[in-house]
């Protein structure tokens, strides 16, 4: 499995901007995808990035962009005009498949541990 380790959460301002990053132990060819989790609610897909393509969940497009940096086996999350609603706990993870064909949970076998963010109003 690969080990994921995020950061870059803090608290923010609405109409503040945030990166996060998930550092990774090995390749980060396949797969991956940021998530996302408010109290008291499911986890949720936010974007996902693969051979093939990103795609993004409804409410973050046009905010927030998705991207990896192979020769630090890093991926990012830029998030602009943040909201009070974007405020969570963000997971990165990685699926064992290059092709990224959903957000279901169970397509991705590894997690990092989560960095919050917060975005008062």
């Known amino acids: 499995q690969v080990q994921l380790m995020e950061s870059g959460g803090g608290s923010v301002q609405a109409g503040g901007s945030l990166r996060l990053s998930c550092a990774a132990s090995?390749?980060?060819?396949?797969?991956m995808a940021w998530f996302r989790q408010g109290p008291g609610k499911e986890r949720e897909g936010v974007a996902r990035?693969?051979?093939?393509?990103?795609r993004y969940q409804d409410s973050v497009k046009d905010r927030f962009t998705i991207s990896k940096d192979y020769t630090k086996n890093t991926l990012y999350l830029q998030m602009n005009s943040l909201r009070p609603e974007d405020t969570s706990m963000y997971y990165c993870?990685?699926?064992?498949?290059?092709?990224?064909?959903?957000?279901?949970?169970?397509?991705?076998?590894?997690w990092g541990q989560g960095t919050q963010v917060t975005v008062s109003s």
């Open positions: 993870a990685a699926s064992p498949e290059k092709y990224c064909v959903s957000f279901f949970l169970n397509r991705y076998k590894s």
């Open positions: 090995t390749y980060i060819g396949n797969c």
């Open positions: 990035i693969g051979v093939g393509g990103v």
